[in-house]
C-alpha cells in the first residue's frame, strides 16, 4: 500500500510533525561542522545539513541559511570576516555536531560547549575542527536571497583542503567511508554509509 | 600524516581528477530522479545528486542546474510546463539512474533508454517513476541565477507526497532506509546506509 498527502494535507499536519516529514522528502544529506570567527575572536562552530557541491572551476560550495535559526553567528560572522571552515562530521562527533544546534547566547562558543577542538592551519582566520577528518577552508564569494522563504544561499570558494592521506583515490576521489564521514536523514539521522559501487562516466548504450 | 591542497594546486589538478576531487567535499549526497514531460509529451528522466531540502512551510526543494549538462532537457520542460517530479534513487535502480546521465538526444526518454518505468498518478502532468518508493510532485517557484558560475538554482513547492505504507515513523520522520533509498558520493559512488542513531532536538546543557 502507498499513502498518498497532497499539499492541503501537508499543511494541516502538526507542525513538529510536518517539519520532520518534508525534512526527509529530499534523500540523504551531507554533514558538516561551519567553523567561524567573529572581528571580537569569538569562535562559533554549527552543524549543517545543507552544505552542497556548487561547481569545480572554480571550486566552489553552497548552503543554506534559514532566517530564524541558531545559526545566525555562522552568517555574521562570515559577513564580518569573509572567511569560514566546512569541516566533516564522523561517527566519533555526530552527537556534539548535533548538540551545536541547541540555542546558546552569541558570547558561548560551541567549540567550549561540545568538546570540540578549534584550531588553527597555515593562518587561516576561522578556526577548523581539529576532530573532524576533512577540513575546507572557504572564502564568502556571493549571499544570495531566496525571496519566496526568506532564506539565503551562501556561496563560496575553496582556498584549502585537508585530508588524511590514503583516503584520496587514484581518480581524485575522496573515498568519504575511509574517512569515516556520515550522511544524515531529515533533521535527526545519523548514517555510516556502505559502498554499493563506483560506477564509470556514463555514455549512451550504442543499439 | 595529512595531505594539505591550496587553491593553486587545486586549479592545476588534471581537470577530471580535479571534478572528482571537488565533487568530493560536500559529504553525502541525496540521489533522485527528475521526471519531467515537454509540451508535445516527450518525457525525460534524469539523475540529480544536487536536490536539497529548501523549507517545510511552504513545503520547499531546491537542486542546481548546471549550465552545460545532459541535463537540460529537464529545465527546458520545467519552464515550460512548470511541473516536474522527484523520485529517491533506491538499490534496485542506481544503475539505471546513473545511466540517464548519458548524453541523449532530447528525442530519446531516458525512461525508455534505462528501463524506467513513467507512471501518472492523480493527473499530475509530470511522470513519476515507477521503480522508486517514495514519489514527490512539485511546482516551479522560482529560478535563481548564480552568477559566479553561471549555475541555476531550481526552487520548487512539494504539492503531493507518495511513500510506502510503513516507512512513515510517529514523529513524520520517514525511515530512508526502509523505504531503500541511497546515498550518493562525489560523481560516482553509490551507497547503503546503516543508522547509528536518531538524536532528540538539542537544548543548551544547563552547568
New interface residues.
Partial sequence: ???????DE??K????????????????????IIGTKAKNGQTNAAIF??????????????F?M?PDTVQRDTLLNIEQTNYYT?N??N?SI??NA???????PSNISEFD?ENLTPIY??NFWAPFVKESH?N?ALCL??I?S????N?K?V?G?????????GV??E????D??LSD?????????????????????????SN
Fill in positions: 500500500m502507498e499513502l498518498h498527502f497532497i499539499n501537508i499543511e499536519m502538526e507542525k513538529r510533525y510536518c517539519v520532520a516529514f518534508i525534512n526527509s522528502l529530499s534523500g540523504f544529506k551531507s554533514l558538516n545539513n545543507s552544505v552542497f557541491h556548487l561547481g569545480a572551476d572554480p571550486a566552489l560550495m553552497g543554506i534559514r566546512v566533516h562530521v561517527s555526530y552527537a548535533h548538540q551545536t544546534s541547541a540555542r546558546y560547549t592551519k597555515n576533512i575546507i564569494q556571493d544570495i531566496i525571496p519566496i522563504n532564506t544561499l556561496v570558494e575553496i582556498i584549502e583542503v585537508y585530508v588524511p592521506e584520496l583515490l581518480d581524485g576521489t575522496i568519504l567511508e564521514t556520515i550522511g544524515g536523514s531529515s533533521l535527526n539521522g545519523y548514517h555510516n554509509t556502505q559502498l554499493i559501487k563506483r560506477l564509470p562516466y556514463a555514455l549512451p548504450k
